[in-house]
């Protein structure tokens, strides 16, 4: 009985030895798509949340002890990531939470983290910042999803041409982002020829292809993410579409988006990015975070790895700031305005409502040239000013929630 | 938007093509239910296995042919283990323990290629000689659509001669019908099982090839199709090899110009389709009469 007893023991150590867990107590639990359509870009962002804890840990820790933080996969689904937050937050004493990778789940996650008075950091693209979603607990590391919509929508009515079509994911992440183009378009007198609402986690898009190919417009707008982009542009490039004179527009690409698709993802390509690599040689601070995370993982980092790191740091630091890590009311006021400069210069997230105040990159393809590290061509950088709406508006949600979505 | 004659005709060719995967998809199935009565919830891992079993090669030696004749025989062999060690003991059980198993392997399976390759879809790259369209005023074929419907036609030719002229085919045949009589004539039915059964994923492999150079190979790529074939399926009639095909052009059709239509109502047409054919025919178009 005490060999059996022994034996347990030591396979127990040994499992917590290899799994990672620690035994001691967390102060913030992290939920990211480890698995499902978005798992690429989930993995980017857990990878740049770990390297922001070994940052923050190497400066000496949260109030002076190692920070240890909880990580699991949310399954991209908002009850399981909710289930889980909520087995974190009861089992472990945590309150702080972070990550999830959907602007659906992220609002999903924000309405629960209010309920339960946690604070949540949102790594992703997501509307907590507006109307009724802002409810005090929630803040954005990434963007509000409208924004990256309007950066895109600007470049290309000013650079690429006036007519366009747009697919778009048919949640709330596609549906912001659709919002923005139409009111852009509607002020800088673009001509919308028609939307084409593509269900979650769709990779075949080739019924779509005729009239894609029908109407022709000069611009059309890739609304969809993750492994939807990546096939729908294959399947572009398949039907000889990429070569001819239409411009293809993404307000929120990515650089697996970019291997994925190969040549096909040619100098007719803009994508919208909040980080890219080459923002190191305008911000001395990035040089640091993009040789970290080539050194540690052997690629560049991406704009999810950006958001999960920066979500990440913000929050360690401010819990350092604040004097604790359990007191919500104290870590959200050191939170609003918090000021910081990591990855891309002296940022903040604004006090009002949240948001992270960042810049939106517009990469341009390079087709077959790209490898290694090199991805595209920064072709603007459209700061914050030119993206965000005033406090009044978020709060109202204006003009992006007045648009009468076609088909809605 | 306008919608013409040439609009309508490019239609129906993409849903030929999308038409073509699900009846080389639904084919495999068929013949799997039909000959050992297994529902196989694996089919789509076996598709995905496809994609990835073409990826390697494609890698490897950069020969798309090769990588397609890869997927057939390494999916075959795959199913050929699969049948003999897996599914085989559960014969005779209740067909309850067949599903559950077939969807278990789909999990681990799923698993361990993720573990494997990553979530980060692998890219097949089309070869040159079916980049582009062939192009007639407004209407405009890709190349490889075409293809892959030659193909399908070319397999179902096949399929026909074997399961028609061929010894083996005839014994498939009648195994499906009376497998205790063929027995009785001495013939080693187990082995014509096993046989059936890595044919039939052989096929998902194949189309697994066919599509990884439109959709990245990915773990979990499989998990929508296995849905939309088994749709295809029940909408033909279970166990109809005629009934996969016309099942196969009609959610292709229906895809194709809801699609068109009203987009966001694409994924759920096809349902919609499968209930209504239900409704009027409850063992779907060719159920029972045309089997295998």
Request: a positive charge; aromatic letters at 12%; charged letters at 15%.
């Amino acid at each position: 009985m005490k060999k059996f007893c022994l034996i347990s023991i030591l396979l127990l150590m040994a499992t917590f030895a290899t799994s990672g867990i620690s035994l001691a107590k967390p102060i913030a639990a992290f939920l990211f798509p480890l698995s499902g359509p978005f798992s690429a870009m989930g993995t980017d962002m857990k990878k740049g949340s770990e390297l922001a804890i070994e940052d923050v840990n190497a400066a000496g820790g949260v109030l002076g002890k190692k920070a240890e933080v909880v990580m699991g996969d949310d399954e991209f689904k908002a009850a399981v990531a909710i289930r889980k937050f909520k087995e974190m937050v009861d089992g472990m004493g945590v309150r702080a939470i972070g990550g999830t990778l959907s602007g659906g789940i992220a609002v999903a996650v924000n309405e629960w983290a209010c309920k339960n008075k946690v604070v949540y950091m949102s790594f992703c693209h997501s509307s907590i910042p507006i109307g009724k979603e802002q409810c005090g607990y929630g803040f954005v590391s990434g963007m509000i999803p409208y924004q990256t919509g309007v950066a895109t929508a600007k470049y290309a009515f000013k650079n690429l041409g006036k007519s366009w079509m747009i697919v778009t994911q048919d949640y709330r992440f596609g549906h912001d982002e659709l919002a923005a183009w139409m009111v852009i378009s509607e002020r800088m007198g673009g001509k919308f020829l028609g939307n084409i609402y593509s269900p979650l986690g769709q990779t075949d898009y080739s019924a779509h292809i005729p009239r894609i190919a029908a109407t022709n417009p000069d611009i059309l707008v890739i609304n969809v993410y993750g492994q939807s982009m990546d096939a729908l542009i294959k399947q572009l490039g398949e039907a000889g579409l990429t070569n001819k004179k239409m411009k293809f527009v993404i307000p929120k690409s990515h650089l697996y988006t970019i291997k994925a698709a190969g040549a096909y993802y040619n100098e007719n390509f803009f994508g919208g990015h909040t980080f890219y690599w080459t923002l190191q040689e305008k911000y001395p601070k990035a040089k640091k975070f993009v040789e970290a995370y080539e050194k540690k993982y052997g690629e560049v980092p991406s704009q999810d790895s950006d958001g999960g790191y920066v979500g990440t740091r913000a929050l360690l630091e401010a819990m350092n700031k604040a004097g604790t890590t359990t007191d919500v009311d104290k870590i959200i006021k050191t939170l609003k305005g918090f000021k910081m400069d990591y990855n891309k210069g002296p940022e903040e997230f604004r006090a009002c409502d949240h948001i992270r105040m960042t810049s939106v990159i517009i990469l341009q393809g390079i087709g077959a040239k790209a490898s290694g590290r090199n991805f595209g061509k920064v072709v603007a950088e459209i700061p914050v000013e030119e993206t965000l709406e005033s406090c009044e508006n978020n709060k109202n949600d204006i003009p992006f929630g007045k648009v009468k979505l076609p088909g809605k | 938007m306008e919608i013409n004659t040439s609009l309508i005709i490019n239609q129906i060719i993409f849903g030929l093509a999308l038409g073509a995967v699900y009846i080389l998809m639904a084919c495999g199935l068929t013949i799997i239910f039909g000959l050992l009565d297994v529902v196989n919830f694996a089919h789509g891992t076996f598709y995905m296995l496809g994609a990835f079993a073409t990826y390697i090669i494609v890698s490897l030696f950069g020969n798309f042919w090769l990588g397609l004749a890869f997927a057939i025989i390494v999916v075959g062999l795959i199913g050929w283990i699969t049948e003999s060690y897996l599914v085989k003991p559960l014969y005779g059980k209740d067909p309850l323990y067949p599903l559950m198993l077939t969807f278990g392997f789909s999990v681990a399976v799923i698993d361990l290629m993720r573990a494997i390759f990553g979530t980060v879809g692998k890219i097949v790259p089309l070869p040159p000689i079916f980049s582009g369209s062939l192009i007639w005023g407004e209407i405009f074929i890709p190349k490889y659509r075409l293809f892959i419907i030659l193909l399908t036609i070319a397999i179902l030719i096949l399929l026909w001669l074997f399961f028609k002229k061929t010894n083996l085919g005839m014994i498939i045949r009648a195994a499906t019908r009376d497998s205790l009589m063929v027995r009785a004539l001495g013939i080693d039915v187990p082995r014509i099982w096993t046989f059936g059964f890595s044919l039939g994923v052989g096929l998902a492999g194949l189309a697994g090839g066919v599509n990884s150079t439109i959709q990245s190979a990915l773990p979990d790529m499989g998990v929508e199709m296995t849905i939309e074939c088994f749709v295809v399926v029940v909408i033909g009639g279970l166990g109809s090899l005629g009934g996969a095909i016309l099942g196969g052009l009609i959610v292709g059709q229906v895809v194709s110009f809801v699609s068109l239509l009203a987009s966001d109502w694409s994924n759920v047409a096809i349902f919609i389709t499968m209930f209504v054919i239900l409704l009027v025919r409850t063992r779907g178009l060719f159920g029972e009469a045309g089997r295998l």
